[in-house]
């Protein structure tokens, strides 16, 4: 399933995971055995479904890292509740008179500080990590930009139908297409984006493991051949 599970080619092992990226690898694993019983030359009734498929598949599969995304920042505020405070936002007196116990306030403070955090850009978000916490999701720029280009992907055929709006255009520049041009997902292209965000998931929650000593008790998914 993932073709070299290494820190960005460093060498260091994966053998180990968070819940939040293994309940991910398990979706992912759900969509990759979808997108193959269209097969890569597919016929009959569903050959004239198969961009629609492989349009759902890649959205389910952005939509999927960007739950690990929360669910990884959830636990690691829960882990370390001093990394929320790095950010040095006030919670307001009302908040903390409202719950009886610590537990219950942090839990609301995380569920509403994950919630603006994911409304955020890849952009943004990225360089609000790196600033706040020194822990961007992406430590290089050609990977940053590739992380932007599928996520603004993603919300262009979520909110525009797959039609490139000005918008799109702004946010990926350089991109080959022009507005009103519309997209699809090739399964070469697809194969590649999974291929991106599962070693970005490994990645990330590798390092989230060393700073920030998140519990790492699941096994790895796939061949680590």
């Known amino acids: 399933m993932i073709a070299d599970p290494t820190a ?4 260091i092992p994966y053998r180990f995971m968070s819940t939040p990226a293994f309940v991910y690898f398990r979706s992912d694993e759900a969509l990759l055995k979808l997108v193959q019983v269209a097969g890569p030359k597919p016929g009959g009734e569903i050959k004239p479904l198969l961009p629609l498929l492989l349009e759902l598949a890649f959205c389910r599969a952005v939509d999927n890292y960007l739950m690990y995304v929360s669910d990884l920042l959830a636990l690691i505020f829960k882990t370390r509740p001093k990394a929320m405070a790095a950010s040095k936002e006030t919670v307001p007196l009302e908040m903390v008179l409202r719950y009886d116990s610590y537990d219950d306030l942090l839990n ?10 994911s409304f955020m850009g890849m952009l943004k978000l990225n360089e609000h990590m790196n600033n706040h916490w020194k822990f961007p999701l992406f430590q290089d720029s050609d990977s940053l930009n590739k992380a932007v280009t599928i996520v603004e992907t993603r919300n262009l055929f979520v909110h525009n139908r797959g039609i490139i709006s000005n918008r799109f255009v702004e946010r990926v520049p350089g991109y080959a297409g022009k507005v009103g041009d519309h997209l699809t997902i090739p399964p070469d292209i697809l194969a590649d984006y999974f291929n991106f965000l599962q070693k970005a998931v490994l990645d990330t929650d590798h390092r989230a493991h060393l700073k920030f000593d998140i519990s790492q008790k699941q096994p790895v998914f796939g061949d680590a051949t």
């Open 8 to 11: 960005q080619g460093r060498g």
């Open 108 to 117: 609301a403070i995380t569920e509403q500080k994950v919630l603006t955090l």
